[in-house]
């Protein structure tokens, strides 16, 4: 188990499980690069897979050896997901109080993201051909159908409009510094994560906010069309004035915080527990 001193890692976890996360935090960020490349197709007029991350991972399992890939990815991040689940129940040990609450919550949040793209990446193994977009969508639509049900579209929209203005804020005020291994980096290094840093949460930021708002549009407007998650966003912003430019903006964004999860990779703090190390302790009790 790793020891901290004022939020400073001085012993590097060599559990399986950081490995695993570590190495997840690559797949990770291969997966938002080609979400910008998606992004640039989008822009751009050109036929695409479906412009979100679930579209990422389909465009890599076409590539030479991509459903290996596309597993490897997966299994990194159930990985993330389960050191996460872990931090959410008894992690983040350097904060205090309301602090500590926070910052468990927020892993729980980044638990299910996680475990949620691990779940595509498997899908995607398995050739699973249906669109996200469209399930989303057909989501919409039966909730709309459904008594109260365009209150909870509306409230889902207004939630994930927030989630975009939290993660625009987590990169301006780069929040996310807290959780590398500052000491450990070289000033060359500290600036190019703070750089990407602020620019990629501020990039995700405004796709999933600008997300949440066309789906509380589709709630007022009874129109389903709109609550397609980020893939109906990339279309509608092409659409407007400026738009082109404004997606080229937001694929160098996107392709930003893909090369800040690989400093990621390196300099997290993650504090993972030796799960093989408890099993067999278990085992031999």
Partial sequence: MEKWRDGQCLAMSRSPLTVL??????????????????????AFGKPTEEGDQSGALRTLAEQPLGKFLVI?????????????????????????????????VASVGRAAVYLYFAWTA?????SANSSSADKQ?????????????????????????ALGV????????KRFEKHLLIGQMSPTARKASRRLGVVGYIAKGAAYGIAGILFTVAAITYDPEKARGLDSTLHTLREQAYGTALLVLMALGVAAYAAFCLI???????????????VRSKVSA
Avoid: C
């Avoid at 498997?122 to 398995?126: C, D, E, W």
């Avoid at 939290?166 to 005020?173: D, R, S």
């Avoid at 993650?270 to 408890?278: F, I, K």
């Fill in 264 to 278: 990621q990779a390196k300099y997290r703090k993650v504090d993972a527990p030796d799960v093989t190390s408890a």
């Fill in 137 to 161: 969508q057909q989501l919409t639509t039966d909730l709309m159908n459904s008594s109260g049900g365009r209150w909870l579209v509306a409230l889902a929209g207004i939630a994930l409009a």
């Fill in 72 to 104: 490897a990815v997966g299994v990194g991040l159930a990985a993330m997901a389960l050191w996460q689940a872990y931090e959410a129940a008894v992690g983040h040990r350097a904060d205090r109080g309301n602090e500590r609450t926070l910052e468990r």
């Fill in 21 to 42: 996360t570590r190495a997840g935090f690559i797949g990770y960020g291969l997966v938002h690069l080609l979400f910008a490349w998606l992004i640039l197709q989008v």
């Fill in 122 to 126: 498997l899908k995607v193994y398995k």
């Fill in 166 to 173: 939290g993660l625009i804020w987590y990169g301006v005020v």
